[in-house]
């Protein structure tokens, strides 16, 4: 081939792709979507999102856009909200039109799930992510039996009282050597979750138990990481790709597998006049609405539910006190200040109530801190339109997948004087007593707030109250800024790997 002919064809090739990305362009235009960058064929906007950096690009793409823009997840479109007046206005302003969630479907499983998954995960099942009728009566229903097991009250401050003295126990056996901090947290904060669900408590010798746990976390973390990313991003292209992704499924196959058992277990001795915990009642009132059509209570969304609450009781809390401790270390002047509070109001003989919170705005405020700061979910769980939606002058068709980012509003400027920064002043006022700020929320906000809010908040405080009752944190390696910034990567900021020692005060 001459110069001449290869000079034709390559002039050919550009004017040939101008005019498909030309076409493909106004094809989008037309749907009156918020503004965002043209997505290309089959990929979206994948060129826009760094590699391993998900959070950070999709803010970085707020910056030009503004704060609701729409980006390509593949051929899906998803609108993304930022900042605190936009996630207010959609998940409050206009609560019921955005309160679906994003289903769990074949294409974001990825295709080679065994079929008892798929049957369970593919039709949006659990109260996490299911929508509509079932949500409701699974919602209604789980509110109601976790306050009834003493959710908010104080049988389950009693349970969290016990479980952190069984942590300092366990924590005092060390005897001051370094250890890391993740496994004992998650084992602590998950018992107390396990004993509403299960009925029980675990020891924190249990090693099948542990590796239950190991499991969640290798979920989070391989949700959060670049195959993770990609998973989200290219679903059916990702189903064929090897990779650290592909063992999500089978992850969540061991999981439900040991909800199973515990089902079974309680099928085989239940009293349903005297139920034990969450799945006693669960099965009772599937035995209760066996003729009744309607009724979303069936096996399939028991064991979605129960795993929904697990995880959810078990690695946002812990992972927060894993970055407060690392806070702690890095301002050891902010530890000291709450030493003196402990000290003042709850003293050394005692446990720490949740009365006491009221009495502590420090404490109060250097934890609403750590969640602002280490926003352990920034980019929310992922919400739907329920209906055709005009927003902002946008047409946002039924079933378009909503982002609202919950780092934007945590970190957004006009409502935190730092944002960047850990910083406990802001929540509180001139005078030292705790103000409250209405973008905290770290639970997410309107209809599909966290379940587990009241109950998270308890932990947050008893479980730091106890610890720092009783130990000062110290690491050997000097913390800088950057090790205790969060990540910002994917579906969840998770601490750097180090180690502390708890070293007992001497009062």
């Known amino acids: 081939m001459d110069l001449t002919a290869l000079g034709t064809l390559i002039l050919a090739v550009f004017i040939s792709c101008l005019v498909i990305y030309s076409t493909w362009d106004k094809l989008y235009r037309r749907r009156n979507l918020p503004p965002g960058p043209t997505p290309l064929p089959v990929i979206g906007n994948l060129l826009q999102i760094k590699r391993g950096e998900m959070v950070k690009s999709l803010i970085e793409v707020g910056n030009r856009y503004g704060p609701v823009y729409t980006l390509y997840f593949g051929h899906r479109p998803i609108v993304i909200l930022n900042g605190y007046t936009a996630v207010k206005e959609a998940l409050v302003d206009r609560g019921e039109e955005f309160s679906g969630c994003l289903q769990w479907t074949k294409s974001l499983m990825g295709g080679k799930v065994r079929v008892q998954v798929e049957e369970m995960l593919f039709e949006g099942s659990g109260v996490v992510f299911s929508n509509g009728e079932r949500w409701k009566q699974l919602r209604r229903f789980s509110l109601t039996t976790l306050r009834n097991f003493g959710m908010g009250k104080r049988s389950i401050e009693e349970r969290i009282q016990e479980e952190a003295q069984c942590l300092i126990k366990e924590l005092h056996n060390f005897k001051q050597k370094p250890l890391d901090p993740r496994n004992i947290l998650v084992q602590a904060i998950s018992n107390v979750i396990c004993s509403v669900v299960f009925g029980n408590r675990f020891e924190y010798e249990d090693l099948k138990f542990l590796k239950l746990l190991n499991l969640f976390n290798e979920t989070f973390l391989l949700m959060s990481s670049t195959w993770g990313q990609l998973q989200e991003i290219l679903p059916k292209i990702m189903d064929y790709i090897p990779g650290p992704h592909q063992r999500i499924n089978p992850i969540i196959e061991r999981l439900l597998e040991f909800v199973s058992e515990r089902v079974k277990m309680n099928q085989e001795t239940l009293d349903p006049s005297s139920p034990r915990d969450y799945i006693d009642c669960f099965i009772a009132k ?222």
């Open 286 to 507: 599937m035995q209760q609405d066996n003729e009744d059509p309607t009724s979303e209570f069936n096996m399939r969304n028991l064991l979605l539910t129960v795993l929904n609450l697990f995880f959810a009781g078990t690695e946002t809390v812990s992972t927060t006190l894993r970055h407060g401790f690392l806070i702690l270390m890095k301002y050891p002047e902010i530890q000291e200040k709450l030493h003196k509070e402990i000290d003042s109001v709850i003293g050394q003989n005692r446990c720490p109530n949740i009365e006491d919170r009221s009495k502590m705005p420090y404490m109060d405020a250097v934890i609403h801190e750590i969640q602002r700061f280490s926003d352990v979910i920034p980019m929310n769980v992922p919400h739907t339109v329920v209906r055709d939606t005009t927003f902002r002058g946008f047409t946002i068709p039924k079933g378009t997948d909503i982002y609202p980012l919950l780092c934007t509003v945590l970190r957004d400027p006009s409502q935190f004087s730092t944002p960047d920064k850990f910083n406990p002043d802001h929540f509180l006022d001139e005078s030292g007593s705790f103000t409250k700020s209405d973008a905290f929320m770290p639970f997410s906000i309107g209809r599909r707030i966290c379940l587990g809010e009241g109950l998270a908040r308890m932990e947050l405080f008893l479980f730091l109250a106890t610890i720092l009752q009783n130990f000062t944190l110290v690491s050997e390696t000097k913390f800088t800024e950057e090790d205790i910034a969060p990540q910002m990567t994917g579906f969840a900021n998770v601490p750097i790997d180090y180690k502390l020692s708890f070293i007992p005060r001497l009062m």
